[in-house]
C-alpha cells in the first residue's frame, strides 16, 4: 500500500487545488461586463435562425472532414509498421504498399473533387 501514497498524493493534491480554484476564483477574478460578453456567441457572428430541417453544409465540409480521416488512419497504421518493420519483413512490405496504394485512392479522389483548394 506504501508504494501507492505518492499517487494518492498526487490526486489529492490535485483535487484540493480545483477546489480551491473554482472557489475562489469569482472573488478574485475581474468582473468586466459588456454587451458583447452576454450574448449568445462572442465571435461577432449573429446567430441565423434555421429552419426546422437544418441548414445544409457545404460540400467542402466533408471534403475537409474526409481528408482528416484518410491521413489520420494512415498515421495510425504507419507508426506501428514503421516500428516493427523488420519484423514484418517482405509479407509487411506488400501489406503495407496495398494499403498504401489505397490510401492515395482516397487521396487522388479528394484531390479530383477541390477538396485541398483552400478559398
Not at 92 to 98: E, N, S, T
Given at each position: 500500500m506504501s508504494t501507492y501514497a505518492p499517487l494518492v498524493g498526487l490526486?489529492?493534491?490535485a483535487?484540493?487545488?480545483?477546489?480551491?480554484?473554482?472557489?475562489?476564483?469569482?472573488?478574485v477574478g475581474?468582473?468586466?461586463y459588456n454587451h458583447a460578453k452576454l450574448q449568445a456567441y462572442e465571435c461577432g457572428i449573429e446567430p441565423v435562425d434555421q429552419p426546422l430541417t437544418g441548414g445544409r453544409f457545404p460540400v467542402k465540409y466533408f471534403l475537409t472532414a474526409m481528408l482528416f480521416i484518410?491521413?489520420?488512419?494512415?498515421?495510425?497504421f504507419l507508426y506501428?509498421?514503421?516500428v516493427a518493420n523488420d519484423a514484418l519483413g517482405l509479407w509487411?512490405?506488400?501489406?503495407?504498399?496495398?494499403f498504401i496504394g489505397t490510401v492515395f485512392?482516397?487521396?487522388a479522389y479528394e484531390w479530383r473533387r477541390g477538396g485541398l483548394e483552400w478559398d
Open positions: 490526486f489529492v493534491l483535487a484540493g487545488f480545483a477546489l480551491f480554484s473554482v472557489t475562489v476564483a469569482p472573488f475581474p468582473r468586466r484518410v491521413f489520420d488512419i494512415e498515421i495510425v506501428p509498421w514503421a509487411g512490405l506488400g501489406a503495407m504498399a496495398l485512392i482516397a487521396f
